[in-house]
């Protein structure tokens, strides 16, 4: 028999949420060859832990090439090409076909009817969600393949460039690196070092890019860079008015 | 004549009928020169027929293939670079420069496109995008469209300094106006 002294709680553990994700962590490192690890940091899920589609991985990687792209292939036309002005033989008598210019797209050295035709622009933009969704699933991609490395800061002992390749080669940190941090101001070594090397570059963070992620092997964020990306992603993804901004057709000014 | 005959088909009917009786079961492969040994023969002489392979598949891979066409001598290059002896020098192919995947170019391409995201939202991709003529930032039209852009854009400096180039320019607008305005029509799935 139930004690009547003690209340009758019957508590009953729901599994009501079941769409959370755990946050993901990651190994804080530094740019210095004697200590390994320094830490340890969460990563967003929503940032780092998305599904990614490849199939808006692709469509970035595709805007980013074509909405800069300026084709200058050109072609004269028939009215363009030097001379034709007069007819090269009489229309009736000569046995050949009749012909008035000699610059007719007929003609060998003619002009070209439906050829391309000086400045051609693809330009286009995504809407807003896709390349959000391009970032988040490409950073996801990259955190789950290891080659997402966040780093303290990136200061470093030495401005050698044979310093930061070694670092590079011991930890396996892939042939080509992409350095990311919060500030466009580098500090001065790693800025030296990485002058020379061709496959490894600086970036600031608004400067981040789906093709850029995908070039280089391995991305190295500092922790400042990190907050900055879940900061700004978070934002866009949360805006009450993300509906609108996205339907807004983009307008270019004048 | 006949009777000979007749007496000769019967003679060969009674052999036939005796071998028959002789050898009721005719075994297959094996001859008769052994079969005869295995029962005694009769006393009609049967030729003794023993088959032999003569010929087989591994002596005809080793004669190789069959000739055909002896004496054909193909005077016709059928693989390879054509031979194009001018001077007796070859021509003249570019040498092959890989192009530089890393130059600064390429390795930052695509820097500042998501600007207007993880920036504070001041800035467009179009504002950033030096490698594009400012007059084709955030642009795209049909040739007309592009002409009539351009010429929004220069026709006061082209006026002063390349008036020739600016009556070109009009005259080619106009022609593309007659052409898309009174030539062409324009349907629901293309416009010109």
Known sequence: MLDSSVPLILDEKFVNARNVVAAREAWVETLDTNTSDVGMITLHPDVFSVCPRMDIIHENVVWQRKYKMVSKAHTKTKPEVRGGGRKPWPQKGTGRARHSSIRSPLWVGGGVTHGPRAFTTQFYMLPLVTRIHGLTSTLSAKFAQDDLKIVESLQMASDEPGYIEKLCENREWGPSVLFVDDTDLMPRNITIATDTIQHMNLMPVYGLNVYSMLKHSTLVLTVGAVRRLEERILYHLNRPDLTKANATPFKKQN | ?192
């Open chain 2, 1 to 192: 004549m006949t009777t000979i005959a007749g007496s000769l088909m019967r003679s060969l009917g009674a052999v036939a009928q005796s071998m028959v009786q002789a050898t009721p079961m005719a075994l297959r492969g094996v001859s008769q020169g052994l079969a005869a040994r295995a029962m005694p023969s009769s006393a009609t002489w049967t030729p003794q027929v023993t088959s032999v392979r003569h010929r087989y598949h591994a002596d005809k891979l080793k004669r190789g293939p069959l000739m055909k066409n002896y004496g054909y001598e193909d005077k016709l290059h059928t693989k390879g670079l054509m031979p194009h002896m001018v001077h007796g020098k070859r021509l003249p192919i570019p040498i092959y420069r890989p192009k530089n995947s890393w130059s600064e170019k390429r390795a930052l391409f695509g820097q500042n496109d998501y600007i207007d995201i993880l920036g504070d939202g001041s800035l467009k991709p179009t504002d950033v995008a030096y490698s594009v003529p400012h007059w084709l930032r955030g642009f795209k039209g049909n040739e007309y469209q592009m002409l009539l852009r351009k010429r929004k854009f220069f026709h006061n400096k082209m006026g002063q300094y390349q008036p020739t180039k600016l009556t070109e320019l009009n005259k080619r607008i106009h022609k593309l106006y007659v052409h898309l305005n009174q030539k062409t029509k324009d349907y629901y799935w293309h416009k010109a």
